[in-house]
């Protein structure tokens, strides 16, 4: 049938299929040879960016660790804060010989400033609290107190507030607004 068509028989080591398999064997190699550095250099790239990613979420994990340990700070701050109240409050029963506002800060054991968040030091004018020469205990002390706090609050530069804050302000919602998914 070979010899109808014309066929030169010089070519019959090429024909057949275990010359096909090794034609096929040879191309399919040479293709991977051509391809491998190109695809080796795609998966280095590829590694790359999967580390930096990984980078940018430890940061984020570690932002939100220090929040819940800002948190825990703030919760810690609010119930000495409460604890001295009380006791201020509970002292005015007892008596005492009072303090001046200028002894009060010497006594209070954090070196007597209010600082912000950044524990850099409010300034404000002392003179501006009633009372702040004169020695009180109880009651009147804790009035003095409050009103040195608005003294610092009136002094205090509050950064500008975003949507985001606003939004995030309400939060958690009431309980009975909460839908019943079961």
């Given at each position: 049938?070979?010899?109808?068509?014309?066929?030169?028989?010089?070519?019959?080591?090429?024909?057949?299929?275990?010359?096909?398999?090794?034609?096929?064997?040879?191309?399919?190699f040479t293709h991977?040879?051509?391809?491998?550095?190109?695809?080796?250099?795609?998966?280095?790239?590829?590694?790359?960016?999967?580390?930096?990613?990984?980078?940018?979420?430890?940061?984020?994990?570690?932002?939100?660790?220090?929040?819940?340990?800002?948190?825990?700070?703030?919760?810690?701050?609010?119930?000495?804060?409460?604890?001295?109240?009380?006791?201020?409050?509970?002292?005015?029963?007892?008596?005492?010989?009072?303090?001046?506002?200028?002894?009060?800060?010497?006594?209070?054991?954090?070196?007597?400033?209010?600082?912000?968040?950044?524990?850099?030091s409010i300034c404000?004018?002392?003179?501006?609290?009633?009372?702040?020469?004169?020695?009180?205990?109880?009651?009147?002390?804790?009035?003095?107190?409050?009103?040195?706090?608005?003294?610092?609050?009136?002094n205090l530069e509050?950064?500008?507030?975003?949507?985001?804050?606003?939004?995030?302000?309400?939060?958690?919602?009431?309980?009975?607004?909460?839908?019943?998914?079961?």
């Amino acid at each position: 049938t070979l010899e109808q068509i014309n066929y030169d028989k010089k070519y019959q080591s090429n024909m057949g299929l275990p010359r096909f398999l090794a034609h096929l064997h040879t191309r399919v190699f040479t293709h991977y040879q051509h391809t491998t550095p190109q695809a080796l250099k795609h998966l280095q790239q590829h590694k790359a960016d999967l580390k930096q990613q990984l980078i940018n979420l430890n940061k984020e994990i570690e932002l939100l660790d220090g929040t819940s340990h800002m948190r825990a700070v703030g919760d810690a701050y609010i119930t000495d804060f409460i604890k001295v109240i009380k006791s201020l409050l509970s002292g005015s029963c007892e008596g005492g010989s009072g303090e001046t506002l200028e002894q009060e800060k010497m006594n209070c054991g954090v070196g007597g400033q209010w600082v912000d968040g950044s524990g850099i030091s409010i300034c404000f004018d002392a003179e501006n609290v009633s009372g702040w020469q004169y020695r009180l205990y109880g009651g009147p002390q804790f009035e003095r107190l409050l009103q040195e706090f608005n003294a610092v609050i009136a002094n205090l530069e509050v950064p500008p507030v975003g949507t985001e804050d606003i939004a995030a302000a309400p939060g958690l919602p009431r309980m009975r607004a909460v839908p019943n998914l079961a």
